[in-house]
């Protein structure tokens, strides 16, 4: 009992501190002088990026779940058929997560014929939403940006079998899974911008 508590404790605190992450990240504030206590911001090129696994030889659909932006729209991902499509695992609570946002957001802008789900594992809607409203309104509301809350992490383990966060995968225009990206991406890599040219 007291384990669950410290850690609903924990996962609040940094669920908090999340929207100040992201406005460091996206503001670039990692050259300015780091307060003694403070943690250091590091420019995204120089953290180690997420192994990438090809899974194209298995031609493998994916299942056809269902979700629910947070602006209530209720859609199949096959509704996305004939677009690509990147569905990111991530919470408000992982800092992996937030820093790599700007970029995957910066990809939905750059392909606008690709669908971005980013599907959240916050402990509650509360936590998503404040997070979401500190993104930048235009890329939010991008017609191909689709956010939405993953209650109890149904779609995000029992479906995907996703337990580390973040977790990106690449959806063809088929709906067949080509690519797996576990852990922090760098999404303005020339090696991932070729994957995501490539189908």
Same mark, same amino acid.
Request: hydrophobic share 45%; net charge negative; charged share 20%.
């Given at each position: 009992?007291?384990?669950?508590?410290? =850690?609903?404790?924990?996962?609040?605190?940094?669920g908090f501190a999340a929207p100040h992450i992201y406005q460091s990240v996206k503001n670039g504030s990692s050259s300015q002088p780091?307060?003694?206590?403070?943690?250091?911001?590091?420019?995204?090129?120089?953290?180690?990026?997420?192994? !990438?696994?090809?899974?194209?030889? &298995?031609?493998?659909?994916?299942?056809?779940?269902?979700?629910?932006?947070? +602006?209530?729209?209720?859609?199949?991902?096959?509704?996305? =058929? +004939?677009?690509?499509? #990147? =569905? &990111?695992?991530?919470?408000?609570?992982?800092?992996?997560?937030?820093?790599?946002?700007?970029?995957? #957001?910066?990809?939905?802008? &750059?392909?606008?014929?690709?669908? !971005?789900?980013?599907?959240?594992?916050? =402990?509650?809607?509360? %936590?998503?939403?404040?997070?979401?409203?500190? #993104?930048?309104?235009?890329?939010?509301?991008?017609? &191909?940006?689709?956010? %939405?809350?993953?209650?109890?992490?149904?779609?995000?383990?029992?479906?995907?079998?996703?337990?580390? #966060?973040?977790?990106?995968?690449?959806? +063809?225009?088929?709906?067949?899974?080509?690519?797996?990206?576990?852990?922090?991406?760098?999404?303005?890599?020339? +090696?991932?911008?070729?994957?995501?040219?490539?189908?």
């Amino acid at each position: 009992m007291k384990l669950n508590i410290i =850690l609903l404790l924990g996962a609040l605190i940094v669920g908090f501190a999340a929207p100040h992450i992201y406005q460091s990240v996206k503001n670039g504030s990692s050259s300015q002088p780091v307060a003694q206590g403070s943690v250091k911001q590091v420019p995204i090129k120089q953290v180690p990026v997420a192994p !990438v696994y090809d899974v194209a030889d &298995n031609e493998k659909s994916v299942p056809d779940i269902q979700i629910t932006t947070i +602006d209530n729209k209720t859609m199949h991902l096959s509704d996305l =058929l +004939d677009h690509k499509i #990147l =569905l &990111n695992f991530w919470a408000s609570w992982c800092t992996p997560c937030i820093v790599e946002m700007p970029q995957l #957001l910066d990809v939905a802008t &750059n392909n606008p014929d690709m669908f !971005v789900i980013l599907l959240s594992s916050d =402990l509650n809607e509360e %936590a998503l939403m404040r997070f979401v409203e500190t #993104l930048p309104k235009d890329q939010r509301t991008q017609d &191909n940006v689709l956010i %939405a809350w993953d209650e109890g992490g149904a779609i995000t383990r029992n479906v995907f079998q996703t337990y580390q #966060l973040p977790e990106t995968v690449m959806i +063809d225009d088929r709906g067949i899974l080509r690519h797996k990206f576990v852990g922090l991406v760098d999404w303005e890599d020339d +090696d991932i911008l070729k994957i995501i040219e490539r189908y």
